[in-house]
């Protein structure tokens, strides 16, 4: 992963410095956050923040109050951001993806792990793709199929596994903006799902973006 913002490198390092084991990586993050988008239930922060820094017993990796904000802060812009870049249409997505510079290998299976963790937040919701078209059940197969090869529980034969790796980091990008595109198009048709949300600086004493109805301080921003 090369050219990334400043504000991507700081979110990078905050991630990388936390003590859990269980805390993502920016690329996994990228992925997760993706999957939390396209989902068809609406995922709200409180559920999922606690993820990225390893689960709501992992609390403790946030060093201070201080450090929270700032992590959270940097973890809500990039969720906005992904809305944006989403909301802008075909070809504006681009996924995070680390690099290898060894072989200059792209690993997109890290990418794919995040979305999958994304995807077992609502296992069940997304068998309403089955109802898309030709293109949208193609996509969520894709994306599936990627899945699996990253868990190394792939059925398909070598030949199209291979086929599938080499272009893993072409198809990821193409596969969210297909599912996306459904998502938006059944909220337009009156189904149930409403917008994700942006979230704006939290502050300390304003409400949660959790949607708990309690103070940030007093909810995800407590330490």
């Excluded at 999957?35 to 060093?63: H, K, Q």
């Excluded at 990627?146 to 080499?166: N, R």
């Amino acid at each position: 992963m090369s050219g990334i913002s400043n504000r991507l490198k700081l979110l990078e390092k905050l991630l990388a410095d936390l003590e859990s084991d269980e805390a993502m990586l920016l690329t996994q993050l990228d992925g997760f956050l993706a999957g939390i988008l396209i989902c068809p239930d609406l995922i709200l922060p409180g559920e999922w923040l606690p993820m990225v820094w390893g689960g709501s017993d992992s609390d403790a990796a946030l060093e201070s109050t201080k450090e929270a904000e700032q992590l959270i802060a940097l973890i809500l812009q990039h969720y906005n951001s992904t809305v944006a870049d989403l909301q802008r249409g075909p070809g504006h997505y681009a996924p995070l993806f680390d690099i290898d510079m060894r072989n200059d290998e792209v690993l997109w299976e890290i990418w794919i792990d995040g979305f999958d963790t994304a995807r077992q937040l609502r296992a069940g919701s997304w068998a309403e793709i089955a109802g898309g078209d030709e293109k949208t059940r193609s996509a969520w197969a894709g994306l599936v199929a990627l899945v699996q090869i990253g868990l190394g529980e792939s059925t398909l034969p070598k030949e199209q596994v291979d086929d599938l790796i080499a272009k893993a980091p072409d198809l990821i990008p193409h596969y969210i903006e297909t599912l996306n595109a459904w998502r938006i198009s059944q909220h337009v048709a009156g189904q149930p799902r409403t917008e994700a949300p942006h979230f704006g600086k939290v502050g300390r004493n304003e409400p949660c973006p959790c949607g708990s109805g309690k103070k940030y301080k007093r909810c995800c921003g407590l330490n």
